[in-house]
């Protein structure tokens, strides 16, 4: 079986050392902060992600800009000059263009390498979510399953993935363009938490609105009891924005619905953070993500 490498956006929110030891070559994005660009290559520290929501909590303007394919190409070059083929694990295409950029750059270097062959899969996923295909596809390679057949079982099991999460701000919502201002400013004064899903399309939909962090919360391990189904792997992250507590808090009602789950929080990285803000909490995991 001729080797290949595991590509993966700069959005994932997985363990940097699992980053490390699996030789996972990451796909640059960018953010902005204020008036400065940044290109992110590799997953924030802590310390950078506590500064990146402190600034936003002070009234600092976030945004977000998509790569253009020369990224890809830049990368699926490198590594068809050293002989590899390509699985490429896309950030959501109902999030984002970076799946249709990586498809364009895949084509053009397709003519220059034709015994290349490059996979490009479209997570339907964010944050943890691909860190759960992510961990999913690790496994594959590692059991010897070709390129093919790996991003095959990718495709298949992405609608498996289930993202349950709260916003604990709603001004970044509206700024994002995913609700009004007048329901912005509502949801603020009655303190309303809107739970959201990624829907099969890869989307974001609103799912329920519960007032109060603490109903809110409690509903997420409900969407989780719920949604959860025990015969696939028992891997769980529980992503959060500078919300660590809360992020504890709900690992424990996981272990108590699910002892033998193996939890890993991750601080959320600023592609998707930019848009949710500060306060936001996900629990992701394998399971029906249509049961509600």
């Known amino acids: 079986m001729k080797d290949y490498v595991i590509c993966i956006d700069a959005s ?19 953010y902005i902060l204020g008036e400065t660009e940044h290109l992110m290559e590799n997953r924030l520290s802590d310390a950078q992600l506590l500064d990146f929501y402190n600034a936003m909590r002070a009234g600092e303007m976030t945004h977000t ?9 830049q990368v699926f070059r490198r590594e068809a000059s050293s002989g590899r ?19 364009t750059a895949a084509e053009e270097i397709e003519e220059d390498f034709p015994e290349l062959e490059i996979e ?8 943890g979510g691909m860190g759960l295909l992510l961990m999913s596809a690790v496994k594959a390679r590692q059991d010897g399953v070709s390129l093919s057949e790996n991003a095959k079982a990718l ?18 919502l509206r700024r994002g363009g995913r609700i009004s ?18 829907a099969d399309d890869g989307t974001l939909i609103s799912i329920a609105k519960k007032r109060g962090l603490a109903k809110a919360s409690s ?36 272990l108590a619905s699910t002892p033998d789950a193996d939890v890993l929080i991750c601080g959320l990285g600023p ?13 992701i995991h394998w399971g029906n993500r249509n049961y509600i």
């Open 181 to 198: 201002a007048a329901t912005a400013v509502a949801g603020t004064v009655l303190n309303i938490k809107p739970i959201l899903k990624i």
């Open 219 to 254: 509903f997420l391990t409900e969407c989780y009891e719920a949604a959860v189904d025990r015969s696939l792997p028992k891997n769980v992250i529980i992503a959060h924005a500078d919300c660590a507590s809360e992020a504890e808090a709900m690992k424990k009602r996981v």
């Open 65 to 73: 800009s998509q790569i253009t394919p020369y990224f890809y190409q």
């Open 85 to 103: 083929d390509i699985l490429y694990i896309s950030l959501s295409g109902g999030l984002s263009s970076t799946c249709s950029s990586a498809r």
């Open 12 to 30: 994932v929110d997985i363990d940097q050392k699992y980053i490390e030891d699996n030789n996972i070559v990451i796909i640059p994005m960018k």
């Open 120 to 127: 490009i899969v479209d997570s339907l996923a964010a944050t």
């Open 155 to 172: 495709r298949e099991n992405a609608l498996r993935i289930c993202h349950w999460f709260l916003v604990d701000d709603l001004k970044y």
């Open 271 to 283: 592609v998707i953070g930019a848009h949710t803000g500060p306060g936001m909490l996900a629990v």
